[in-house]
């Protein structure tokens, strides 16, 4: 288990993770850095906070906690975690979505040691980590199941099908996080298909729910140990976030708030990483 | 009776309930026997007790598709989700991962169809070891009707890179076929059905998944078949050997992979095919036969199957007539292939 770093180092290495996102994607030429920025507080309190037990030299460990990222076109994020964690190099990841290259658009976990799940199409993650969830209680293995969802992904009704069963099974060991940006591909999600009170819904499948400010690593860090320590039912955390968190000045002048799936353009992403660096 | 025995009751589901209605096999002299998914719960549920790794996950029919003998033995290995295709499908991809064995079992045209997404991507895209079964396939399932029927699995399932397609033909085939599966490495889909047919491997099977195997030969056509429709292929075959024209009959159990060498030589030493399944014209075996021996051997070749339409409701035996799943029409299909020699 990797060294648990503190609020301070945690936000730091967040920042540097989203240097990562912004320079890999507008060096791809595509991808999703926005759906990336959303996520790096939680992603990086999970993989440096002390949260997540993973050794990057044995990633096949059966006793190694999983991360699925079931909003899978957010790879930026996890690719950039798991270079700063040693899985990888930076250069690698540079390689994004280039032929040849294992670090794809979506995650390909048969081309890459450590990634848990081949995700993109949306909406399966959740119950991908309930299968986990279910061998690691039949196989007393200990370990614990986060799995990180788009707040546009559920819609899906499979992500449904998956609150409902993880309630069935009472799975202690897995938590859900739900990156609850406030977007989805074609606009707010209160426009395209009005969520309502998510954490409500969630919590009535029989979850344990916390309510979060997803970009505030105090809060982020917090609210991943109470998930811990719930041992008897399953955990969600909505984790409310901005989409391009870090460099919201920057997508402003674009007029852009959600500036879905798509790279900074050369002249932005220098804005964006002097702002970071700023 | 031992604990995984499973008995489909005479007359069940009313497929041979037609006293007027001659089934599958008859001609040929074979007795009824088992449905082909009792077999496969059995041999599941035998399975069971030997590898601790087997577990099920299931979508409210467990007792149809008889995964339900296995999950009273083991009940801390069954998983029953709900009527939640999707979700089954997707948890099954996740255990594979950790290393289990997971069988899915729902009606044929629910798993493939509900969650063809979720086999593409938990399942089949990333390689995981699991076992897809779909039972209550084709149009024999009777008087449920059109909605409950799987007559499009096999081209879905045959679509995905890297899984195999079994569609066993009787008891003993599903038997073999069920243990073939759980022991290969990589992501399956077995086709069973719901009512009794024609015992053909009374002695014994020699299974290999792949491998075709001969029932009869000869050189005046080839008859390739799978799933109930093998029964009819040899009733076609005692019909026309009375006329003194030996048929060859393979039992094409393995749709995927395909046994290229067996329709190589059927083409090259018989000059004729026919392929009778009980599934939609387009995406079955008979279009990956006709793609083998297109590529290898060109021959006249003719198709038996539900053709390009949805059934309907129906006693089972009545069904197969209408919609031209019989022994005679296999006949007819040989004459009209070799004169097109
Ligand atoms: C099943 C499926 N449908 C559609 C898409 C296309 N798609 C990719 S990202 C996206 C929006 C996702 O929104 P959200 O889950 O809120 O993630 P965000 O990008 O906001 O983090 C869509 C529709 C997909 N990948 N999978
Ligand atoms: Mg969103």
């Known amino acids: 288990m990797p060294k648990a770093l503190n609020l301070a180092e945690l936000k730091a290495k967040a920042n540097e993770i989203r240097k990562l996102i912004i320079r890999i994607t507008t060096e791809a030429g595509s991808g999703h850095p926005t759906s990336s920025l959303s996520a790096t507080d939680v992603v990086t309190a999970l993989y440096f906070g002390g949260f997540m037990k993973y050794d990057p030299a044995n990633p096949k460990d059966p006793g190694r906690d999983r991360f699925i990222l079931s909003k899978g076109h957010a790879c930026p994020v996890l690719y950039s975690a798991m270079a700063e964690a040693g899985y990888f190099s930076v250069d690698d990841i540079m390689t994004l979505r280039k032929l040849g290259s294992p670090w794809e658009g979506h995650p390909n976990m048969k081309r890459l040691p450590g990634i848990e799940a081949s995700t993109g199409s949306l909406g399966q993650g959740l119950s991908i980590g309930i299968g986990h969830a279910l061998a690691g209680r039949m196989d007393n293995a200990g370990y614990h199941v986060y799995v990180m969802l788009g707040d546009g992904e559920s819609g899906e009704g499979q992500v449904w099908e998956a ?71 399953p955990t969600a955390i909505v984790a409310n976030t901005r989409k391009g968190y870090g460099i919201l000045p920057v997508l402003e002048t674009t007029g852009d708030l959600n500036f879905h799936g798509k790279p900074l353009p050369e002249d932005l992403a220098e804005k964006a990483l002097a702002h970071l660096s700023g | 009776m031992p604990a995984c025995s499973i008995e489909t009751p005479a007359g069940f589901g009313g497929l041979f309930r037609r006293k007027t209605t001659m089934y599958l096999g008859e001609t040929a002299g074979l007795t009824l026997g088992k449905a082909t998914r009792d077999a496969f719960g059995e041999t599941l549920c035998e399975l069971g007790g030997k590898r601790p790794e087997i577990v099920t996950v299931d979508a409210d029919v467990g007792n149809s598709t008889r995964t339900e003998p296995f999950a009273l033995e083991h009940p801390g290995r069954a998983f029953n989700v709900g009527i939640a295709e999707s979700n089954m499908v997707s948890i099954a991809g996740g255990l594979a991962a950790c290393g289990k064995i997971p069988v899915v079992a729902s009606f044929a045209c629910f798993l493939l169809d509900n969650a063809f997404d979720q086999i593409r991507m938990s399942v089949a895209f990333p390689e995981m070891n699991v076992k897809l079964v779909g039972s209550h396939a084709g149009i024999s399932i009777g008087e449920d009707g059109p909605s409950q029927m799987g007559i499009e699995d096999v081209a879905l399932a045959c679509s995905l890179p890297g899984v195999t397609v079994v569609v066993p033909s009787d008891a003993a085939c599903t038997a073999a076929a069920t243990r073939a599966v759980i022991e290969h490495q990589g992501p399956t889909y077995l086709r069973v059905g719901r009512g009794k047919v024609a015992d053909i491997y009374t002695d014994g099977i020699e299974f290999e998944l792949g491998k075709a195997i001969t029932l009869r030969d000869g050189g005046h056509a080839t008859i390739i078949a799978n799933g109930l429709m093998v029964a009819g292929a040899l009733d076609a075959a005692a019909t026309l050997a009375e006329e003194g024209h030996d048929v060859r009959v393979l039992d094409m159990h393995t749709v995927k992979p395909v046994d290229e060498a067996a329709v190589a030589a059927a083409a090259r030493e018989t000059g004729a095919i026919v392929v009778a399944e009980e599934h939609l014209h387009h995406g079955g075996l008979g279009s990956v036969v006709a793609q083998t021996a297109a590529a290898l051997a060109p021959v006249p070749m003719e198709f038996v199957d539900v053709g390009d339409v949805y059934a309907e409701s129906g006693d089972p035996a009545g069904l197969l007539e209408k919609y031209g799943l019989t022994s005679e029409r296999i006949v007819e299909a040989v004459r009209r292939v070799v004169g097109r020699k």
């Open chain 1, 163 to 233: 609150f409902a069963a993880a309630d069935k099974y009472k799975l202690g060991n897995l938590t859900a996080i739900i990156d609850r940006n406030g977007y989805q591909q074609t606009g707010a999600t209160e426009d395209v298909l009005d969520l309502g009170d998510l954490a409500g819904k969630i919590n009535s499948f029989g979850w344990h729910v916390q309510t979060i400010d997803g970009n505030q690593m105090e809060e982020v860090v917090d609210a991943l140990g109470a998930a811990r320590d719930v041992k008897d039912q």
